[in-house]
C-alpha cells in the first residue's frame, strides 16, 4: 500500500524560506512531485522529479524551489526560497507511477499523493 505524508508546513513572511518533507512507504521510484491548492484555485503541478534525476519546475516557481529526495530515507523534499504572499497554499507530494507528471506536471497523471501541508506566506 502506497502512502505518503507531508511535513514542514508553517507560516512565513515574504522572502523567507520553509522545507516540505514527504515521508513516502510501498513505493519510491518513477516520477516524485509537488502540487499545491491556493484557496479558490485549481490544483498546479509544480515540482517534479524523475527517476534519473531530471527535474521540471513550474515557471511560478523555477529558481526559488529545489525538489530533492533521500533514497534511503525515502523521503522527497522540496526546499522553497524566496517565498512570496501568493506562494500560499496547501502542498502535496505525490507518484506517478508512469512517469508522465515529469513531463509536463499534468496533474491527471498523479497515482498516489497525501493529504498536503499547509503554506501561509505573509507580506
Known amino acids: 500500500q502506497v502512502q505518503l505524508r507531508e511535513s514542514g508546513g508553517g507560516s512565513v513572511q515574504a522572502g523567507g524560506s520553509l522545507r516540505l518533507s514527504c515521508a513516502v512507504s510501498?513505493?519510491?521510484?518513477?516520477?516524485l512531485g509537488w502540487f499545491r491548492q491556493a484557496p479558490l484555485n485549481e490544483r498546479e503541478g509544480i515540482a517534479a522529479?524523475?527517476?534519473?534525476?531530471?527535474?521540471t519546475y513550474a515557471d511560478a516557481v523555477k529558481g526559488r524551489f529545489t525538489i530533492s529526495k533521500d533514497s534511503a530515507k525515502n523521503i522527497l523534499y522540496l526546499q522553497m526560497n524566496s517565498l512570496r504572499p501568493e506562494d500560499t497554499a496547501v502542498y502535496y507530494c505525490?507518484?506517478?507511477?508512469?512517469?508522465?507528471?515529469?513531463?509536463?506536471?499534468?496533474?491527471?497523471?498523479?497515482?498516489?499523493w497525501g493529504e498536503g501541508t499547509r503554506v501561509t506566506v505573509s507580506s
Open positions: 522529479l524523475d527517476s534519473d534525476g531530471s527535474t
Open positions: 510501498g513505493y519510491f521510484s518513477s516520477c
Open positions: 505525490g507518484i506517478d507511477v508512469s512517469g508522465s507528471y515529469c513531463g509536463g506536471l499534468n496533474l491527471v497523471d498523479m497515482d498516489y
